[in-house]
């Protein structure tokens, strides 16, 4: 994922992006693709973040740089001030129809998975608040009912096949976003670091990846870790490899044993990334890296 809005807006903090009419996606995608990157995740947020950088020609020019490089793509829905699983009809409708045009003007992109965050931040907010367990889960499947609608909805929108739908376990009980993707006959991206801040759920990383082996399609690879300083719980993610408590090795070893062939995406600035690459060839030297 070689952009994200936290990046662009650390540039402009720093000076090194001032003027936004200058932005190039294609730009950014071909500097990953000679940093040796073959697949790269689409952010669609940034089509709204800043607008006309994911216009109708853009999309076009990378799906030209798509074809002559040999890459792949994939999308990540937006999620800035969406929330599919909105009480508010209003809000949930708008949501829905928001992630409809996005996926319909990334068709030309052909991605392998659209990458979904089926909750957002209203969910989580929800998912936290200290409740009786049984008003939690009421409060939470009440959530996840919202939810389904929207991604019934989103799929007789757009027609896209349910397998290419890959839901995020976000902050919210993994539980019942696996139980949507049940439902839907939907796919998986297994987010690492989130799980290690323990968003979505107490899971250890190797359990979560062998009990949902069978609908993953795509990782989030970053580090993350949970642990308690002094009185507070401090929870990390979309660290560097090696920096919080992903086990590594084992987390590759699993994958090429199961001969996993889906996109590996570094939630990381491209410097982290780089970083990251380096520490997996230091710990899994048996790992091939082309």
């Given at each position: ?5 936290g990046e662009i807006m650390n540039n402009i903090l720093r000076g090194r ?62 999620l800035w001030s969406i929330e599919p699983a909105s009480p508010n009809e ?97 796919s998986i991206c297994f987010d690492t670091g989130h799980l290690l801040a ?93």
């Amino acid at each position: 994922m070689p952009l994200d809005f936290g990046e662009i807006m650390n540039n402009i903090l720093r000076g090194r992006t001032i003027d936004l009419s200058k932005f190039s996606f294609p730009e950014i995608v071909k500097r990953s693709i000679k940093r040796g990157f073959h697949h790269i995740e689409i952010t669609l947020d940034l089509g709204y973040v800043v607008p006309g950088s994911l216009n109708e020609t853009i999309i076009d020019e990378l799906a030209k740089i798509r074809d002559e490089e040999g890459v792949s793509y994939s999308v990540h829905l937006p999620l800035w001030s969406i929330e599919p699983a909105s009480p508010n009809e209003y809000i949930r409708r708008a949501s829905t129809e928001s992630l409809v045009n996005s996926i319909e003007q990334a068709k030309t992109l052909q991605p392998e998975s659209h990458v979904h965050h089926s909750t957002g931040a209203l969910a989580a907010e929800f998912s936290r608040l200290i409740l009786p367990p049984a008003y939690g889960d009421l409060v939470n499947r009440s959530m996840a009912s919202h939810s389904d609608q929207s991604v019934e909805e989103l799929l007789s929108a757009t027609g896209v096949p349910p397998r290419k739908l890959a839901l995020e376990n976000v902050e919210f009980p993994f539980s019942l976003t696996r139980e949507t993707v049940d439902r839907f006959d939907l796919s998986i991206c297994f987010d690492t670091g989130h799980l290690l801040a323990g968003y979505s759920g107490k899971i250890p990383v190797l359990e979560f990846l062998e009990r949902h082996f069978d609908r993953i399609v795509e990782l989030h690879l970053h580090d993350g870790f949970t642990r308690k300083m002094g009185e507070q719980i401090v929870r990390r993610d979309h660290l560097p490899l090696g920096t919080g408590d992903l086990p590594i090795s084992d987390l590759l070893g699993f994958l090429e044993g199961e001969g996993f062939d889906g996109p590996l995406v570094f939630e990381l600035a491209f410097d982290e990334a780089t970083k990251s690459l380096e520490t997996i060839r230091r710990l899994c030297p048996n790992i091939k890296i082309e």
